[in-house]
């Protein structure tokens, strides 16, 4: 099991669009990733689930990531919750 710590850094934290991104990649990887937050944990296999954990700018998760390439995919997936999403106005 590979563990690891991410903060949330997109100022609107993680909402629809970002944690669609997050568990695409979620569930194109073949082991188990747990996400825990102060309010909650979820699996990444669900985006509402995600959206329910509430993560606003600055919120700190812990990720867990066992499987294939275990390490390489935990820290690929922390970069994803620290990054900056920057999609259109609309």
Same mark, same amino acid.
């Given at each position: 099991m590979f563990e #690891?710590?991410? #903060?949330?850094?997109?100022?609107a934290g993680i909402h629809c669009r970002p944690s669609a991104i997050l568990i695409k990649a979620g569930m194109a990887y073949a082991g188990e990733i747990l996400v825990t937050a102060e309010s909650g944990t979820c699996t990444l296999t669900s985006a509402l689930e995600c959206i329910m954990l509430g993560l606003e700018k600055g919120a700190k998760v812990t990720l867990q990531v066992t499987g294939p390439d275990e390490e390489a995919f935990g820290k690929k997936l922390a970069e994803l919750f620290e990054t900056h999403f920057d999609f259109p106005p609309q």
């Open positions: #690891t710590k991410a #903060t949330i850094r997109n100022e």
